[in-house]
């Protein structure tokens, strides 16, 4: 059989002058036709009228012309000069399962061109995944189409339905374009060139496929029994930078470790928390003062009562404060929130629940100064004690019941009052003759009268700690229906004596007390409507604050629960323990710890909240 001279590379030339190229070649075997047609199958490569022949690149000079097909061994991962394929991008929050693989990859337009000439074979991308040792652990296929750019997805599950092994890395993304039927067994199969069945590749590409370190940490064995401080490893990713900005974290080298070196499990008022090992030396100094106090085993009877769906004690939480970027102090494990039912987190938008509260107790919940606890206690007691029993329908229906008498206009109201008691004082003026036809009149005048005025007492008892809250108020409510109660008693005494009196009154006073009434009336009006210009209508306004009310946190009732029930010797515990702590501190030469109750804060109400604010820093 005749032989190629030179060098062995193999390359392709244009279809123009391939008839010239075959003659010269036939010139240079050594053997007949037949021995040629068994070295370059020439029908094998007429595809469309394109023939493309496979040559020795030193032929006749012709070098300037030939462009290579098939790379040197040296050159076996890489893209040649005659079709180029691109991996563009590998997401590097890869995380088997948790986080799809996601690599984008593309195909240029002048390649695209050159692909074309294969159009009776099959194009198409293969995507390798090979491990440290070029095992290849799984293969996939993509149909080339006219686009130029694609994505490819994977989860990290092999073709042996096995999650991808960690200690493996790296692992190595590889990108072949394939025409013809390539079977791909092993990395030595992913090479330039074409096989003996006439199939080829003709585009390598080769990228580093990146773990997720964070994940790399998550599965360490080393944290297994630490992780379930997070619960997973999404909450673990999307917190992650937020950890690593505390110079404390860094200095354990990842948010694992930190937690791992420093969260302990102790109890604390009967009921097991897992907290930093600075808060666990708070909490047992804190049990020691209720003990001194007497009331320690009151408080663990307490909270051993509450209902099991709501939490007693919070500590350890990864979290972020609410409706901020920055971490809680609970990821830390550097707080402790105490029965969070019946002490929710108030915040300073809520600012219809804040409004109810300031109007019912006179307290308001956001200010610029420090709160004083025994201000805040008060407040609470205030508010439990005005609302006792009173449902959030019992309140809204309150509200709709003053718009539905404001609206009928059948109704006597408040401002005609003294007019309707001057007209009564008239009509009974007993100076006037009557007849008795005309005395009966009178009386059933009277006695409809009468019964409006005892509707008007009823809606005006609404008012009480819903519109009117003030003590002066309140008081010249009570006695306007005093006042009602003692024209009821006129008109039975009307009938049983069958003659015409009025009992006597200071107007001046009568008339004040109306006034007063009104003013604070329209004044909460103004007020709500500040919130929103459809609050005139009270209705709509007892909508409003009780669909806030009930949109409070952890199922808190705020008519029932109130939104500071922590007993005050906890607070005054926690103040005396960290002083106590911190004069151990100075003795040691050690850095004292700070205190923060968050029943102090100026921008929200949060009295389950107990915080040591120092002990990690960015």
């Given at each position: 059989m005749g032989t190629i001279p030179g060098?062995?590379?193999?390359?392709?030339?244009?279809?123009?002058?391939?008839?010239?190229?075959?003659?010269?070649?036939?010139?240079?075997?050594?053997?007949?036709?037949?021995?040629?047609?068994?070295?370059?199958?020439?029908?094998?490569?007429?595809?469309?009228?394109?023939?493309?022949?496979?040559?020795?690149?030193?032929?006749?000079?012709?070098?300037?012309?030939?462009?290579?097909?098939?790379?040197?061994?040296?050159?076996?991962?890489?893209?040649?000069?005659?079709v180029k394929i691109k991996i563009d991008s590998v997401n590097t929050d890869f995380a088997p399962v948790l986080k799809d693989l996601k690599v984008e990859y593309s195909i240029d337009k002048e390649s695209m061109d050159k692909i074309k000439s294969y159009t009776n074979q099959k194009v198409e991308f293969k995507i390798v995944i090979t491990d440290v040792d070029s095992k290849i652990i799984h293969i996939d296929s993509k149909k080339l189409t006219e686009e130029d750019k694609y994505i490819w997805i994977w989860n990290g599950i092999t073709q042996e339905k096995k999650t991808i092994d960690l200690d493996l890395e790296p692992y190595s993304i590889i990108l072949a374009l394939a025409v013809g039927k390539v079977e791909i067994k092993s990395i030595g199969d992913i090479k330039l060139g074409v096989t003996e069945d006439n199939n080829r590749i003709v585009a390598i590409d080769k990228k580093e496929l990146t773990i997720d370190p964070r994940f790399k940490e998550w599965e360490s064995k080393e944290y297994r029994n630490t992780r379930g401080y997070i619960g997973n490893f999404n909450t673990y990713k999307d917190l992650y930078e937020n950890f690593m900005q505390y110079e404390t974290v860094q200095l354990a080298g990842n948010p694992l470790n930190f937690l791992k070196q420093n969260i302990v499990w102790t109890s604390?008022?009967?009921?097991?928390?897992?907290?930093?090992?600075?808060?666990?030396?708070?909490?047992?100094?804190?049990?020691?003062?209720?003990?001194?106090?007497?009331?320690?085993?009151?408080?663990?009877?307490?909270?051993?009562?509450?209902?099991?769906?709501?939490?007693?004690?919070?500590?350890?939480?990864?979290?972020?404060?609410?409706?901020?970027?920055?971490?809680?102090?609970?990821?830390?494990?550097?707080?402790?929130?105490?029965?969070?039912?019946?002490?929710?987190?108030?915040?300073s938008y809520e600012k219809l629940v804040i409004f109810f509260i300031k109007k019912s107790t006179g307290f308001d919940l956001i200010t610029k100064e420090a709160k004083n606890r025994e201000e805040v206690k008060e407040a609470h007691n205030k508010l439990v004690s005005l609302y006792a029993g009173l449902?959030?329908?019992?309140?809204?229906?309150?509200?709709?019941?003053?718009?539905?008498?404001?609206?009928?206009?059948?109704?006597?109201?408040?401002?005609?009052?003294?007019?309707?008691?001057?007209?009564?004082?008239?009509l009974l003026d007993n100076s006037k003759p009557r007849s008795e036809y005309e005395i009966r009149e009178i009386l059933e005048t009277v006695s409809i009268?009468?019964?409006?005025?005892?509707?008007?007492?009823?809606?005006?008892?609404?008012?009480?700690?819903?519109?009117?809250f003030t003590p002066v108020s309140k008081n010249a409510i009570r006695g306007l229906q005093s006042r009602i109660e003692s024209l009821n008693s006129i008109n039975k005494m009307l009938r049983r004596r069958n003659q015409l009196s009025f009992l006597e009154r200071d107007w001046w006073y009568y008339h004040s007390s109306i006034q007063t009434v009104i003013k604070e009336i329209n004044n909460f009006q103004k007020d709500i409507q500040q919130f929103k210009k459809e609050y005139k209508d009270l209705r709509e306004f007892g909508k409003a604050l009780t669909k806030a009310i009930k949109s409070m946190q952890n199922d808190n009732v705020l008519?029932?629960?109130?939104f500071s029930d922590v007993e005050i010797e906890i607070i005054e515990a926690f103040e005396e323990s960290v002083k106590e702590i911190n004069k151990r501190k100075k003795k040691e030469g050690k850095k004292e710890v700070k205190f923060e109750w968050g029943g102090n804060y100026k921008t929200k109400m949060d009295a389950m909240h107990f915080e040591l604010i120092n002990v990690i820093s960015k």
């Open positions: 060098n062995g590379t193999l390359i392709a030339i244009s279809k123009n002058n391939v008839l010239a190229k075959l003659n010269v070649i036939k010139e240079k075997i050594v053997g007949d036709d037949s021995e040629f047609q068994n070295i370059v199958d020439l029908d094998s490569f007429r595809e469309n009228g394109n023939v493309v022949e496979m040559f020795d690149q030193k032929t006749d000079g012709e070098g300037d012309e030939q462009k290579e097909i098939h790379s040197s061994k040296s050159e076996t991962l890489g893209s040649n000069n005659n604390f008022l009967g009921i097991g928390v897992n907290v930093h090992r600075e808060l666990a030396d708070v909490l047992e100094e804190v049990e020691r003062i209720l003990k001194d106090k007497g009331i320690f085993y009151i408080l663990v009877d307490k909270y051993k009562t509450v209902p099991k769906k709501y939490p007693k004690i919070q500590s350890l939480s990864v979290r972020k404060i609410n409706n901020t970027n920055t971490l809680s102090n609970h990821s830390f494990g550097l707080a402790i929130d105490i029965y969070p039912q019946k002490n929710p987190v108030i915040y449902t959030n329908d019992d309140l809204q229906n309150k509200y709709t019941d003053i718009q539905d008498y404001i609206d009928n206009p059948l109704t006597f109201k408040l401002e005609n009052l003294q007019k309707l008691e001057l007209y009564l004082h008239e009268i009468i019964d409006k005025l005892n509707k008007l007492s009823s809606n005006l008892e609404l008012y009480i700690d819903t519109v009117v008519l029932d629960d109130g």
